[in-house]
């Protein structure tokens, strides 16, 4: 079993800056990379930034420039650090982990319950 606990969420104005954090935890052999996903009421869910153990990262073309994605692998951790920010970022942001948890068996997708961003005008 694995659990990614999610913080640092809030509401921030226009402008400002807000950083998530995720930490993986249970049964975790590797993890093969982790992302941030968000969705906004009415809205699909969508991937924001993601990065992978070896270090190569992605980001959404809405936040490329703006937001930046790291990794700790001692912990587990992932970190987004959000500058910037703009009301249409305002959104649900969710931690996902694909984990390998166990030697002959595939690995898996996890994710956080969720955090929530508000970014004001």
Request: aromatic share 8%; net charge positive; charged share 15%.
């Given at each position: ?32 990379y ?31 420039g ?15 650090q ?9 959104a ?30």
């Open positions: 079993q694995v659990q990614l606990a999610e913080s640092g969420g809030g509401s921030v104005q226009a402008g400002g800056s807000l950083r998530l954090s995720c930490a993986a935890s249970g049964s975790i052999i590797s993890i093969n982790m992302n941030w996903y968000r969705q906004a009421p009415g809205k699909q869910r969508e991937l924001v930034a993601g990065i992978t153990s070896g270090g190569s990262t992605n980001y959404a073309d809405s936040v490329k703006r937001f930046s994605i790291s990794r700790e692998n001692a912990k587990n951790t992932v970190t987004l959000m500058n910037s920010l703009k009301p249409e970022d305002t649900v942001y969710y931690c996902n982990a694909r984990v390998f948890t166990r030697w002959g068996t595939p690995v898996s997708d996890y994710w956080g319950q969720g955090t929530q961003v508000t970014v004001s005008s």
